[in-house]
């Protein structure tokens, strides 16, 4: 049983893996077809978990309505709207006028209001954040202020200043910030995947024991 | 003594209550709606830059991919530019492929948007020889990889369940290579390692102004073209020439940009009024 849910797996993990990290390194044409096939097997075991993921999402909605857990009545609707958006689509394409009414009228409004009410808080943060307590903060408020201006495009007319100070935030210490960000995640990345090829990270194939050499 | 009885007008700008802010833009974004005032927008240099490349790069029958990597949240922001882009493209009898990576398949109805302001128009354009949805893929970065590599590997129909061997435009796409640029629409940086790295097909990028940073690595290393948030794909709207939904929401992003810098500096201003009063006391 330890074999099958907790060695194999590892073993598939480390085999493709590495097969993976060595096609963008060594130029050996069989490593690079392996890599490559081992790279569209991904594509189709991702179609897979999405379904997956869809099936788990319909099992808990649905046990949590029959057991009546707190707010079931949403759980009901979830899966009400779920099944209308599946037969739509199945029944009439998703191409169709029907489908894309339910995405239209139903969908697109809620995506986009949930994004909007965000502004909305946005606001009400940066009105509380700003405060210009310490030379810090006075930093953090003229960067605000400099890029918001910069992003609204009254800002050049009133003052074409503005353009000139805010892409320059925008190309240096921003950039340079980001630059660092994107840099550190990328080492990270590494790391972490040379520690999980080596089995000294945890990536939930066990209940609760601490996987690895140590 | 009473400290909230003698609460004067610079104290209450220094606690201003959220749902006051609140109105006040909800109110600001809808007289910019219903009276909008046009205010001028000027072309930014990033924008003429990207503008300029497609101008020159793309020639009639080259095929251009558009990928979307996000969903209908941002499209407020990234519609216009989308709808510009694809309407440039048709001005410079491109063909046009369209995928989406984004997790969920919403993107294909942004796609589907797309195309009949634009491409669905315009009876010179065929769906299958000039333009083609391919929808929806699983995979993220590895799948982005693949199709440089080999697009059957990913996609073998369209999304209507077209085969591509009964798609014309498939007999000249291959991979990357077949490719003049990719415009993605989202945080996808596996288009840049594969295809601008990998491939050497240029990309550009159109995103919500508050995920611009990430991009900004790859802008300033000359990897990627970029339209950033609403304003610069407004003005990506200003220099296609066909008027969108980009140039008139100028009017409320100024507006409520204008109004957030006020309350803040006000709030400030209120706060400082109150400290100094604390220490004279």
Redesign the interface.
């Known amino acids: 049983m330890r074999f099958i849910r907790r060695d194999l797996p590892y073993t598939i993990l480390v085999v493709f893996g590495t097969l993976a990290l060595l096609s963008y390194y060594v130029a050996i044409p069989a490593i690079e077809a392996v890599a490559g096939t081992s790279r569209t097997w991904v594509v189709v075991i991702g179609a897979f978990a999405v379904f997956l993921g869809a099936l788990n999402v319909i099992r808990t909605h649905a046990v949590r309505a029959y057991q009546k857990k707190e707010n079931w009545w949403l759980s009901v609707w979830l899966v009400f709207i779920y099944f209308s958006m599946v037969i739509a689509g199945l029944l009439a394409g998703t191409g169709s006028a029907q489908y894309k009414w339910m995405y239209a009228a139903m969908y697109t409004p809620l995506a986009q209001g949930v994004v909007g009410t965000l502004g909305l808080f946005l606001v009400s943060a940066a009105y509380r954040a700003f405060k210009i307590r310490t030379s810090e903060s006075l930093v953090f408020f003229l960067g605000f202020f400099l890029i918001a201006v910069r992003q609204a495009s009254i800002g050049p007319l009133l003052w074409p200043g503005f353009e000139i100070i805010g892409n320059w935030v925008t190309l240096w210490p921003s950039t340079g910030t980001m630059r660092a960000v994107t840099i550190g995640l990328a080492i990270g990345t590494v790391a972490l995947a040379l520690r999980t090829l080596a089995r000294y990270e945890k990536i939930g194939l066990e209940e609760g024991g601490i996987v690895g050499g140590g | 003594m009473n400290l909230t009885a003698s609460k004067n007008i610079w104290d209450k700008l220094g606690d201003?209550d959220?749902r006051i802010?609140?109105w006040a833009?909800?109110l600001i974004i809808a007289v910019s709606l219903i009276h909008p005032l046009r205010?001028?927008?000027?072309v930014?240099?990033r924008v003429k830059e990207a503008y300029n490349f497609v101008e020159k790069a793309v020639k009639p029958n080259d095929i251009v991919l558009i990928d979307l990597g996000t969903?209908?949240?941002?499209?407020?922001e990234t519609m216009p530019g989308l709808l510009a882009i694809t309407r440039h493209l048709m001005r410079l009898q491109a063909r046009i492929v369209f995928t989406t990576g984004y997790v969920s398949?919403?993107a294909?109805?942004v796609i589907?948007?797309v195309m009949d302001k634009t491409l669905r128009k315009d009876p010179k354009f065929v769906y299958g020889e000039h333009y083609v949805n391919f929808?929806w893929?699983?995979?993220?970065g590895?799948?982005i990889?693949?199709l440089a590599?080999?697009w059957k590997?990913?996609f073998t129909r369209d999304?209507?369940g077209t085969p591509n061997e009964k798609l014309p435009i498939m007999k000249d796409i291959t991979g990357a290579d077949s490719f003049r640029l990719v415009w993605h629409v989202g945080p996808e940086t596996a288009w840049v390692t594969y295809w601008k790295l990998g491939k050497r097909v240029p990309v550009l990028v159109t995103y919500m102004?508050l995920n611009?940073?990430?991009w900004?690595?790859y802008?300033?290393a000359g990897d990627i073209y970029l339209l950033g948030?609403q304003?610069e794909n407004?003005?990506y709207e200003i220099l296609v020439g066909v008027p969108g939904p980009g140039v008139p929401a100028?009017d409320y992003?100024?507006?409520?940009?204008?109004?957030?810098?006020g309350?803040?500096v006000l709030?400030?201003l209120g706060?400082i009024r109150r400290k100094l009063r604390r220490e004279q006391q």
């Open positions: 201003l959220r802010l609140f833009v909800v205010l001028p927008i000027t930014s240099e969903g209908l949240g941002p499209m407020p398949p919403e294909v109805v589907e948007e929808g893929y699983t995979g993220g590895t799948a990889r693949r590599s080999n590997d990913v999304w209507y102004a611009i940073p990430t900004l690595p802008y300033a948030g304003r407004a003005e100028m992003q100024s507006l409520g940009h204008l109004f957030v810098l309350v803040v709030g400030n706060n």
